[in-house]
């Protein structure tokens, strides 16, 4: 029996900003039509280790495949296609504040030259309604929005291309429970009906409940555990549970300035 | 010895930092021009930055370049009645503002408004993940922030100095006819008559270079700033200095290559 290949496989990544190592070898795999939460401390380097897979900053070692094409060894326009599969909705929203969100949510179909200016316009409403937003929220400026809307325009254009891939940045942070609820409620209605692959990276154990499949923890460069979201309370790894749990003793120590 | 040991190594550290920073800013224009000339274009964009360098900055541009050549006028008029010379006053006039005061002045002011403005906008992307945000939405940075203003500010500047060079002869000419008691025909046939092809040439190659440098600057210091709000501020304060010297070290450079032989 053949073995599935994953939709993304990271091995050996490695990456150091002058003598702070923040990934030393991570290893992970996201299967195909999955979603992997991967949480962690702050500062622990998960921001880093999308931000590597996205080819927004370039690792020092390791290899990122997908669809089993390792991303680091193709030519600039070969990895300019793959990156195209993934969509991604930033922690703070990233919406272009000089332009209205319409245009922002059609962003990538345009900057592509799959639609025009006017069936753009028309696609961004189609997109806003999917994420609970009335088509006139397109005719506004992102400065105009609430915290919780930005959240629902920056997923709105980060699925308009229909990417098979979506990555979500502490999608929950800055907002209230049930807003953050509503907007996990979406990434996973979205995740289904794409039936994109998806990672998350969040501190917010309701969250990333809500949007795993499986979840693995980010500890000092290297991935620590792996395994159903589900398990992520009754773990049985001392990090792991001192972590979920938010105790202050265990294994993890902070470093505090006294 | 130790000691100057120690100061051959600090010199050596900042000449190795000045030349890692000239590197770095060389490649980046290198690829913002190489974007200039690439498709996909982004017109849109192009015109907003044109309207933005260019439309916005007139009013600021002609009030410098008029009250300059009102100010040279005056000047000059008390400077060469020394020598018996006050005739020669429309020549200097239009000579000073063509060949420097118009692009200079222009250059300097169009630094100081838009460069600024320049390195705030980008820097404000950086720090708030907007620039990322187009690499993850098929666009390149480097082609949609920074080309088109490469162009707007190398194709804005001259016009400015067109408009520039013609307030400052103006400024000139009502000084010297209204205060001086300069005859009007006389004044703008001396001007006409000593200007030369050369002199006008000179101020908008100057300008065009100045353009490239003010928007360059504008955007690379808003392209590499960090560090939140503080960040951004020293990106503006930088972009708004180096563009100023560099005008100025740039003027010098182009007379020599202009007027010099």
């Known amino acids: ?258 | 010895m130790n000691r100057a040991l120690d100061f051959v190594a600090a010199l050596g550290r900042w000449l190795l930092g000045v030349c890692r920073s000239v590197g770095r800013l060389t490649l980046f224009a290198l690829v913002g021009v190489s974007h200039v000339v690439r498709p996909p274009f982004y017109g849109r964009l192009f015109a907003r930055a044109l309207i933005e360098i260019g439309y916005f900055s007139l009013p600021v541009v002609a009030l410098t370049a008029l009250f300059t050549g009102m100010v040279l006028a005056l000047q000059s008029s008390t400077g060469l009645a020394r020598f018996s010379a006050e005739t020669a006053m429309p020549n200097l006039v239009v000579l000073s503002i063509t060949r420097e005061l118009g692009p200079v002045l222009a250059g300097l002011m169009v630094a100081g408004r838009v460069g600024a403005a320049m390195a705030a906008e980008i820097g404000t992307m950086r720090v708030t993940d907007q620039i990322d945000a187009l690499s993850t939405l098929s666009t390149n940075p480097m082609k949609y922030l920074v080309a088109p203003r490469l162009l707007a500010g190398v194709i804005a500047l001259p016009l400015l100095v067109v408009v520039a060079d013609i307030l400052g002869v103006f400024g000139g000419f009502i000084i010297a006819t209204v205060k001086l008691g300069f005859n009007a025909a006389t004044y703008m046939s001396n001007t006409l008559s000593f200007m030369q092809t050369q002199d006008v040439v000179s101020g908008l190659t100057k300008a065009a270079v100045f353009g490239f440098l003010i928007s360059l600057m504008g955007c690379y210091h808003g392209y590499n700033s960090r560090g939140g709000a503080q960040g951004v501020g020293a990106a503006t304060t930088m972009a708004v200095v180096t563009a100023s010297i560099l005008i100025l070290a740039f003027d010098y450079i182009l007379s020599e290559l202009f007027f010099v032989r």
Do not use: Y
Not at chain 1, 22 to 31: A, K, P, S, W
């Open chain 1, 1 to 258: 029996m053949s073995e599935a290949v994953p939709k993304i496989r990271v091995r050996g990544l490695r990456k150091s900003f002058g003598e702070k190592k923040v990934l030393d070898g991570v290893d992970l795999d996201v299967m195909p039509g999955t979603s992997m939460v991967v949480i962690g401390g702050s500062g622990t380097g998960k921001s880093v280790l999308l931000k590597c897979i996205l080819g927004l900053l370039e690792p020092d070692d390791g290899t990122i495949e997908i669809d089993g094409r390792d991303l680091l060894h193709m030519d600039g326009e070969a990895r300019a296609v793959a990156r195209a599969k993934i969509g991604m909705l930033f922690q703070n929203g990233a919406l272009f504040d000089s332009i209205p969100v319409w245009e922002n949510v059609s962003f990538a179909l345009l900057a592509q030259g799959r639609l025009t200016r006017a069936e753009a316009h028309v696609k961004a409403a189609e997109v806003l309604g999917q994420v609970g937003l009335a088509a006139s929220v397109g005719e506004l400026s992102p400065a105009e929005l609430s915290g919780g809307m930005q959240k629902r325009v920056g997923l709105a254009r980060a699925i308009a291309a229909q990417p098979e891939i979506l990555f979500f940045d502490e999608p929950t942070t800055g907002l209230d429970p049930i807003m953050g609820a509503v907007i996990d409620g979406l990434i996973v209605d979205c995740v289904k009906n794409l039936g994109s692959t998806a990672v998350a990276i969040t501190h917010d154990m309701a969250s990333a409940r809500r949007i795993g499949d499986r979840a693995a923890m980010l500890h000092r460069g290297k991935i620590i555990w792996s395994g159903p979201a589900e398990d992520l309370m009754t773990s049985g790894n001392d990090v792991v549970d001192q972590f979920t749990h938010g105790r202050r003793e265990g294994p993890i120590q902070m470093e505090l300035r006294r």
